[in-house]
């Protein structure tokens, strides 16, 4: 009996702690009104992620519990991503127009492009799993494309990090519940023989979560200084700009 309890809570764990990560740090961009710090790439990396998942699930039918986690993430993470453009920095590329991206990737002004972008996505995967979905090889590609893309989460903040010198704006629950929560979930999936995809990729993102840790103890949370050197030079231009 105890192990089977074990299960359901472990189950009821991964369903709904990963989402629950991002409520500390949603309600400090609120707060403070200013997403600075925290890397809208992150909304990126777990919105496609986690699309591609549930489709995933339909040729692989892995545990429930990883499907509705996907289904609250996705959810969880468009409420973040309209609160991060909402609150978006001066010197964010889409309002400087320095965006160097082809397209502009994921630094559009507006969030009805981001939707517009996801909705043409999920037409692509649909359209490929009508196509593709009894073919195996198919199935295996898009579960680890699935899980790959997830695993690399952490990179967006840790690039981020180590282009200000600090974790200014990146809440330490956040960090705490990416090292907790992945660390959870590498022993869950080998304990539930989940897919492949899943062991190798959960190890990858928690090595990039135990980077991230030794970057806010060599950087810590202090304002980053070129940030504001370079928003004071803003505010100069626009002085001159008025005159």
Same mark, same amino acid.
């Given at each position: 009996?105890?192990?089977?309890?074990?299960?359901?809570?472990?189950?009821?764990?991964?369903?709904?702690?990963?989402?629950?990560?991002?409520?500390?740090?949603?309600?400090?961009?609120?707060?403070?009104?200013?997403?600075?710090?925290?890397?809208?790439?992150?909304?990126?990396?777990?919105? =496609?992620?986690? %699309?591609?998942?549930?489709? #995933?699930?339909?040729?692989?039918? /892995?545990?429930?519990? @990883?499907?509705?986690? *996907? &289904?609250?993430?996705?959810?969880?993470?468009?409420?973040?991503?309209?609160?991060?453009?909402?609150?978006?920095?001066?010197?964010?590329?889409?309002?400087?127009?320095?965006?160097?991206?082809?397209?502009?990737?994921?630094?559009?002004?507006?969030?009805?492009?981001?939707?517009?972008?996801?909705?043409?996505?999920?037409? =692509?995967?649909? %359209?490929?799993?009508?196509? #593709?979905?009894?073919?195996?090889? /198919?199935?295996?590609? @898009?579960?680890?494309? *699935? &899980?790959?893309?997830?695993?690399?989460?952490?990179?967006?903040?840790?690039?981020?990090?180590?282009?200000?010198?600090?974790?200014?704006?990146?809440?330490?629950?956040?960090?705490?519940?990416?090292?907790?929560?992945?660390?959870?979930?590498?022993?869950?999936?080998?304990?539930?023989?989940?897919?492949?995809?899943?062991?190798?990729?959960?190890?990858?993102?928690?090595?990039?979560?135990?980077?991230?840790?030794?970057?806010?103890?060599?950087?810590?949370?202090?304002?980053?200084?070129?940030?504001?050197?370079?928003?004071?030079?803003?505010?100069?231009?626009?002085?001159?700009?008025?005159?």
């Amino acid at each position: 009996m105890a192990p089977h309890w074990l299960s359901t809570l472990a189950s009821i764990g991964m369903a709904v702690g990963p989402p629950l990560v991002y409520v500390d740090q949603t309600t400090s961009i609120i707060k403070k009104k200013d997403s600075t710090g925290f890397s809208r790439d992150i909304c990126a990396v777990l919105l =496609l992620a986690n %699309i591609t998942r549930c489709f #995933f699930w339909l040729g692989e039918r /892995f545990e429930f519990a @990883l499907l509705l986690q *996907s &289904l609250l993430m996705i959810l969880c993470q468009l409420a973040l991503l309209y609160i991060c453009v909402l609150y978006r920095t001066r010197l964010s590329p889409e309002n400087l127009g320095t965006s160097s991206r082809p397209l502009g990737f994921w630094q559009w002004t507006t969030y009805s492009q981001h939707i517009e972008f996801l909705a043409g996505y999920i037409v =692509l995967l649909t %359209i490929l799993v009508l196509i #593709f979905g009894r073919v195996d090889a /198919f199935v295996w590609l @898009l579960g680890f494309f *699935s &899980l790959g893309l997830e695993s690399t989460l952490p990179l967006p903040q840790f690039i981020s990090n180590y282009k200000q010198k600090s974790l200014y704006g990146f809440r330490m629950s956040t960090l705490v519940g990416w090292v907790g929560g992945d660390s959870f979930k590498a022993v869950y999936f080998f304990v539930q023989g989940s897919p492949l995809q899943f062991k190798i990729c959960a190890v990858f993102q928690l090595s990039v979560d135990f980077a991230i840790v030794a970057q806010r103890l060599i950087y810590g949370n202090a304002p980053p200084s070129t940030a504001s050197a370079e928003e004071e030079d803003l505010e100069q231009a626009l002085a001159l700009a008025e005159e």
